[in-house]
């Protein structure tokens, strides 16, 4: 909820600010962030991510989601899910519950079954992967800004995808390049030797 209409404006006027927003979720249903002790509702939070998409159509907008955590049923894992879907994610970081001793939660007599954890967590990653597949097919054919890392040929964009550049490049240079094609988790410079 610290991403304030006025920091989003920032982010999105300032040509010097990434068009990065990692907001964690946690949950998509109400009532496991009520469970939770969250101080957020998914209509707020829904809400922040609409308006930055809005505002920065191209950026990355990444969130943080827990499944398995005590008491989620099958109805509010099918709420999160929706919710995520619905939503212009680009990209998930999906964690399983783990229990950690002394915490409320850890004794809680409604703990989800593993292999139901681990299941739903399947489901949240193969919603992200189609989610950020569609994300950087949107850039192939256009030209990105991107910053070198000096790993070989590695750069990564201004917004948060990974651009393999045709040949290595000093790290921390600030450049412009075509977007050729889709790699495994990134993208691809232009090649104008594979066209012929």
């Known amino acids: 909820m610290d991403f304030s209409d006025d920091l989003l404006g920032l982010m999105a006027d300032s040509p010097r600010i990434a068009r990065h927003v ?5 949950s998509g249903s109400d009532t496991v962030l009520r469970r939770m002790h969250r101080k957020y ?13 809005t505002l920065m159509p191209d950026a990355a907008i990444g969130a943080d989601v827990m499944v ?7 109805a509010e894992f099918a709420e999160t899910f929706r919710f995520i879907d619905e939503l212009p994610f680009t990209y998930l970081h ?15 007599p409604e703990q989800v079954p593993m292999p139901v954890r681990k299941q739903r967590n399947r489901e949240l990653r193969e919603l992200a992967d189609r989610k950020n597949l569609a994300f950087r097919q949107r850039f192939v054919g256009r030209p990105l ?6 790993h070989g040929n590695m ?4 917004n948060y995808l990974k651009v393999e550049l045709l040949r290595p490049a000093t790290d921390n240079l600030l450049v412009d390049v075509p977007i050729g094609a889709l790699t495994d988790g990134g993208l691809r410079e232009f090649d104008p030797l594979r066209v012929l």
């Open 22 to 26: 990692h907001a964690p979720l946690q």
């Open 41 to 53: 509702r998914p209509r707020h939070y829904a809400d922040r991510v609409t308006k930055a998409r």
């Open 68 to 74: 398995g955590f005590p008491g989620e049923t099958d």
């Open 94 to 108: 999906v964690f399983t519950y783990s229990a950690r001793p002394g915490t409320p939660a850890a004794d809680a």
């Open 145 to 150: 800004s991107v910053v070198t890392l000096g």
């Open 155 to 158: 750069a990564l964009s201004s």
